[in-house]
């Protein structure tokens, strides 16, 4: 029997032992809405650097948090009411947050009085605390000997604030003043200030050495000065001066200065913008932070096109100002649209401010005043690679059409950092990394991956000897022929080696050409793995050191990590029917945090050791869960019309009978069977609640949707049909009363479902799609993004236009059959959605309207396509129990539901939502 076979007998067995229960057994009541507000949300912990403490803040569905540090040793905590951003010292010894306000005091003080949060400190040792007042923000040195407190500056015009830095040993501190951003250096308790005054005079650059207590001016002027930037692993300083006045900073054009040894005030450099390889046309901006390269010897720098005279910024000038406003006054306001706009009008609106905060990366080496520019387009993307001997250019400009209609291509070029040249690498690929640390450009080509070298010659491909299939065969998205890989796992230090994923596994693949070798054993047991990167920071896997993989079983959704080592090769580590978050390792143990969870259980906090045994809970959240009746979830199987096996999520009633067929509701949109072990707290501000669902009686169905190009309504009609259909063959549910709820592209299927079939006694959409002939032709305002850029090859997924298959975009659209509806069906959507267009409800509404269809529009007044108004939220999370309640339940349907509320009345039946909430779910239990 293998793994598979027995995760199934004993999930079977225990599901066989629970049903044969006496219901007594397992009588609990179920959850009022009015019980929510104690409901708890644990949030990212953070471990100190030996694992004996841990902090992490809880949020509350009443709006109530604090923050939570746990002694693990002592088992001893310490709860801070509003508490957040915490940190501990990288020695252990101190940790140190900041305090904020209730949500009634933030509304009460408004924005005329905004909240300054203030600081406070506990020495983990003695247990004693200190409050530290105002703390805009707190940063230990990398030493943990030192604290960085920042205050809030004291208006706009001084941008300036004073940083108090404390010496924990001594318990001495010393304040500096004008701070405008503080940087701790890397390794040593060096602290980098820009100043600011607010005005012309006395702004600078200081750095204090806070071990001596020396602080050194290295620069004085009337100047703006941004970025201080430390190298990583030394000493070296970097930073950004503008070459005008404070005042009159936002010209644009800035100094770059460095110093090698900023503590003797030695090593000074400058690049200005009419330096030696900066070309006239161009000038050194703020929008790009410098970066030292790993050896020190070189420095990463933004440059942009000198405007032209007319657009240079002019002096501040209040007559001026008011002559132009005249002057607009008799100039048109059109806009200009042409259909060879490769990003249209309204995208350039949205992205505007992101444009003009574009750079071309450049290359400064000081030591030989050599400028090298590596970008060309502002709008192609540049980074430097292979070790910082490199520079890496990629652009789509080549290919318009691809990028208008989602089908990119764009061509590689190399720069070589000691010498300017540059080189033309490949042409028109899609999917292409370099390597961090090496002169290697890799590219899949729909089938294997392809290796190049930056300086040029013929690609060879790394993987076509290994037996693998890396293209991610299971893509359900029309594409151009280029099927997308399943990724790369990361690259390995040193550059001699790249991971790469095929469905279940990761492969160590050498670039010199040598054999590669699977370092999983997923496929066996069809469980997916995949690198679990511990330290983020990090740009490549470290040679020779154990990988730890993320696992989960394809068909049972069970979740856990293995992990490879030189010496022992793979060895399984943890898979269980649960979810891990937030996986943290501690700097100086090998011990690692994380929260566990499943739909049943509750998330804890839980440590382990590396090999993942002897976990030890270290918190609960919400133990008083147990109190109350609950779901439990199991999977689903089904063939959908293709043949292919599938599942879905099926979540049971709270105090399901199994005496009894009961409701369901199912909810889609494409792969959901991932949320299988994912908690949900509930609240009334989830207007889609699973667990609001499940305590009024419903099963709950989240199924899997493979979809067929052309045919996206079809075919998730066919898979969602199949799925009820297997629900219905265990005699679990009537199968007269499903309904069916999904938001935007599920509010989509819920629209297509009650139009176009018969399977669901009615359904809810919310911002749905309705219309695929007028949808083709929207704009998402939002990002200002046309709808054709992934129509035909995004979720949509219909391949081709309009024009070139009519017949299969009318058969996919809600509103061609609207006049045959016979469902009842529920609508809500924002007024001011600015990713599906209002007017996809307001004429599908018409439509059934005038075909006298079953509908009711909710429409949210001010709502995006997510409704963020809590009162809104709340509003449709009641309104969507109580349609559900009257057509699967029987319950009699509220006015609003038989006959509509005439605007006269809409306050009142506001209110009564509102106010009505509680005793309306009474009704419901």
Do not use: C
Not at 222 to 227: D, F, Q
Request: glycine fraction near 8%; charged fraction near 25%; charge should be negative.
């Amino acid at each position: 029997m293998n793994a598979r076979t027995r995760s199934v007998a004993a999930a079977t067995a225990f599901l066989t032992a629970i049903a044969a229960l006496p219901a007594y057994a397992q009588e609990r009541p179920t959850l009022d809405p009015q019980e929510y507000g104690r409901w708890e949300t644990f949030r990212p912990p953070r471990v100190s650097p030996f694992a004996d403490w841990i902090a992490w803040r809880v949020t509350r569905v009443d709006e109530t948090s604090e923050l939570r540090i746990l002694g693990i040793e002592n088992d001893s905590t310490v709860v801070v009411p509003w508490g957040e951003g915490q940190a501990f010292s990288s020695d252990g010894r101190w940790v140190a947050w900041q305090v904020g306000v209730s949500p009634e005091e933030r509304e009460r003080r408004g924005a005329d009085d905004p909240v300054r949060l203030s600081g406070e400190l506990m020495d983990l040792r003695s247990g004693s605390r200190r409050s530290l007042g105002e703390a805009e923000s707190l940063s230990f040195d990398p030493t943990g000997r030192f604290l960085a407190v920042s205050r809030y500056a004291e208006s706009d015009s001084v941008p300036g604030s004073d940083v108090r830095v404390l010496d924990l040993s001594a318990g001495t501190e010393v304040t500096l003043a004008n701070v405008s951003a503080s940087e701790w250096a890397d390794g040593v308790p060096l602290l980098a200030m820009t100043l600011a005054t607010g005005s012309d005079e006395g702004n600078g650059v200081q750095v204090l050495d806070a071990a001596t207590g020396v602080l050194r001016g290295l620069d004085a002027s009337g100047s703006h000065y941004l970025h201080p930037t430390w190298r990583e692993g030394g000493s070296e300083l970097a930073v950004l001066r503008s070459d005008s006045l404070a005042s009159r900073a936002d010209d644009g054009a800035f100094t770059l200065l460095a110093w090698t040894d900023p503590v003797g005030g030695g090593g000074r450099v400058e690049l200005t913008s009419a330096s030696p390889g900066i070309p006239d046309s161009l000038r050194i901006v703020e929008h790009r932070r410098p970066v030292w390269r790993a050896d020190g010897a070189r420095i990463e720098l933004g440059l942009r096109p000198v405007p032209a005279e007319a657009d240079a910024p002019a002096a501040p000038d209040s007559a001026a100002s008011s002559t132009e406003a005249e002057a607009r006054k008799d100039t048109s306001s059109v806009q200009i649209w042409h259909t060879s706009d490769v990003r249209i009008i309204p995208m350039q609106r949205v992205q505007a401010n992101r444009d003009e905060q574009r750079t071309l990366l450049a290359v400064w080496t000081p030591s030989e005043d050599r400028v090298v520019v590596v970008g060309t387009d502002l709008m192609a993307s540049a980074e430097v690679v292979g070790g910082g001997r490199w520079g890496v250019e990629r652009s789509d400009a080549a290919y318009p059409q691809g990028a208008m209609f989602g089908r990119r291509y764009e061509d590689v070029w190399s720069v070589d950092l000691a010498d300017g040249t540059r080189r033309a690498v490949t042409e028109r690929v899609r999917y292409a990394w370099a390597s961090p640390d090496r002169g290697h450009l890799l590219w899949f080509d729909g089938t294997d991956y392809r290796l190049q070298d930056l300086e040029g010659g013929a690609a060879r491909n790394l993987t076509s000897a290994l037996g693998a299939t890396f293209a991610n065969t299971e893509w359900d998205t029309p594409t151009d022929g280029l099927l997308p890989p399943h990724g790369l796992g990361g690259w390995e230090e040193g550059g001699a080696a790249v991971y790469l994923n095929d469905r279940f596994d990761v492969w160590r693949v050498p670039l010199d050409g040598s054999d590669g070798m699977r370092l999983t054993r997923g496929v066996e047991d069809e469980v997916v793995h995949r690198i679990q990167d511990v330290d983020p920071d990090r740009d490549a896997h470290p040679a020779g050191e154990p990988l730890l993989f993320q696992i989960r079983d394809e068909w049972t959704e069970a979740r856990g990590f293995a992990r490879w080592t030189p010496a022992g090769g793979y060895e399984r580590l943890l898979l269980e029917d649960r979810s891990h978050w937030f996986l943290q390792r501690a700097d100086s143990v090998d011990r690692f945090v994380f929260r566990v969870e499943s739909r049943e259980e509750s998330p804890d906090l839980v440590m382990t050791d590396g090999r993942f045994s002897g976990r030890r809970t270290l918190a609960e959240s919400n133990p008083f869960q147990s109190e109350y009746a609950w779901t439990r979830t199991e999977l689903v199987e089904y063939t959908d019309a293709a043949g292919r096996r599938q599942h879905g999520v099926l979540l049971y009633p709270a105090n399901h009978d199994p005496s009894t067929r009961h409701p369901m509701i199912v909810y889609a949109y494409e792969i959901l069977s991932r949320q299988r072990h994912y908690w949900e707290t509930p609240s009334e501000r989830d207007y889609y609640s699973f667990t609001a669902w499940t305590q009024e009686g419903y099963f709950v169905l989240l199924p899997d949707i493979v979809f067929r190009a052309r045919d996206p309504g079809v075919s998730m009609a066919e898979a969602v049909g199949a799925a009820v259909e297997a629900v219905d063959a265990r005699g679990l549910i009537d199968r007269e009363r499903v309904g069916f709820v999904g938001h935007s592209w599920g509010g989509y299927h819920a629209t297509y479902l009650a139009a176009r079939t018969e399977l669901f006694a009615t359904t809810i959409a919310g911002a749905p799609l309705t219309d695929f002939v007028s949808f083709m032709g929207q704009i998402h305002w939002n990002p200002g993004i046309p709808e054709p850029d992934h129509w035909e090859t995004g979720q949509a997924r219909m391949e081709v236009p309009y024009w070139e298959d009519p017949e299969a975009h009318e058969r996919n659209s809600p509103i061609h059959g609207v006049h045959e509806m016979s469902t009842p069906l529920l609508m809500a959507h924002g007024s001011d959605d600015g990713v599906v267009e209002f007017f996809q409800a307001t004429e599908f509404y018409n439509f059934a309207r005038r075909a006298g269809k079953p509908m009711v529009l909710l429409v949210y007044e001010g709502e995006d396509h997510g409704f963020t108004e809590k009162a809104n939220q709340i509003d449709y999370h009641r309104r969507i129990l109580e349609w559900f309640r009257h057509h699967l339940k029987g319950e009699a349907a509220p006015e609003w539901i038989r006959e509509g509320i005439p605007w006269s009345r809409h306050e009142e039946e506001r209110a009564r939502v509102a106010e009505d909430g509680h005793s309306a779910r009474e009704r419901g239990r």
